[in-house]
């Protein structure tokens, strides 16, 4: 069965203490892998894509990775504003549900000052 | 949220009523999708729309159904309300089907 894995569930960080969250993924024929973040009672907002093993994208102070199996979200000096849940995403393959995005449970990042 | 905008943004109804979700782009998007967003499951699509008249089943459509007349409008109904479609519903849009999607802000319904 298709699965995406976010770990950790959540996470707390020092206002510039850097760490990575983690997506792993067990569904075949990977189409794309998407970062979101959603911030409470709004709709996820769109980070990266990224669609094939070594590609990185960086955005301020997160960095996203892939590999074969999974994705990391590398979050360097974060800020109190980048407290948010992170939203993991993978597209198959057109052979299974088309345009289905498969999520994660999320990682809620808490960054004190 | 860049074009996209659900309605209403929260609703409370009783069990067994039927309910209608409307989700309205000004983009253009080909791609329309319904998710629903619960604690311990994450976000589950529902129902998608690949074009005006066009859907398909998702992971979790039974006591859902969808509609889209228009390329602009798809609408999400709940023909007989339950407590187990207390949820927060979120409407995606896409203008390629292996691109990012772009969220509304969700509808938060409780079926009491």
């Known amino acids: 069965e298709d699965q995406v894995t976010q770990s950790p569930e959540a996470l707390r960080l020092q206002e510039g203490e850097s760490s990575s969250l983690n997506c792993s993924y067990t569904?075949?024929?990977?189409?794309?892998l998407f970062w979101y973040r959603q911030d409470p009672g709004k709709g996820p907002e769109f980070l990266f894509t990224?669609?094939?093993a070594g590609e990185e994208k960086e955005k301020e102070r997160l960095k996203a990775t892939l590999t074969k199996k999974e994705s990391f979200l590398h979050i360097t000096a974060p800020k109190p504003e980048d407290s948010a849940t992170y939203l993991c995403?993978?597209?198959?393959?057109?052979?299974?549900?088309?345009?289905?995005?498969?999520f994660g449970k999320g990682t809620k990042l808490s960054v004190k000052p | 949220d860049a074009g996209i905008t659900q309605s209403p943004r929260h609703k409370v109804t009783e069990t067994g009523t039927p309910v209608t979700l409307r989700c309205h782009q000004t983009?253009?998007?080909?791609?329309m999708y319904w998710y629903r967003q619960d604690p311990g499951h994450g976000l589950r699509l529902i129902h998608y729309?690949?074009?005006?008249?066009?859907?398909d089943k998702g992971e979790v459509s039974d006591g859902y159904s969808v509609s889209r007349s228009k390329t602009e409008d798809f609408l999400l109904t709940l023909e007989s309300a339950t407590s187990s479609q207390t949820s927060v519903y979120f409407c995606?849009?896409?203008?390629?089907?292996?691109?990012?999607?772009?969220f509304g802000s969700g509808t938060r319904l409780t079926v009491v």
């Open positions: 983009e253009n998007h080909r791609y």
């Open positions: 729309s690949y074009g005006v008249k066009d859907t």
């Open positions: 995606a849009i896409s203008e390629r089907v292996n691109e990012g999607y772009t």
């Open positions: 995403a993978v597209i198959m393959n057109y052979g299974g549900s088309q345009g289905n995005l498969i």
């Open positions: 990224l669609y094939s």
């Open positions: 569904v075949s024929g990977l189409r794309g």
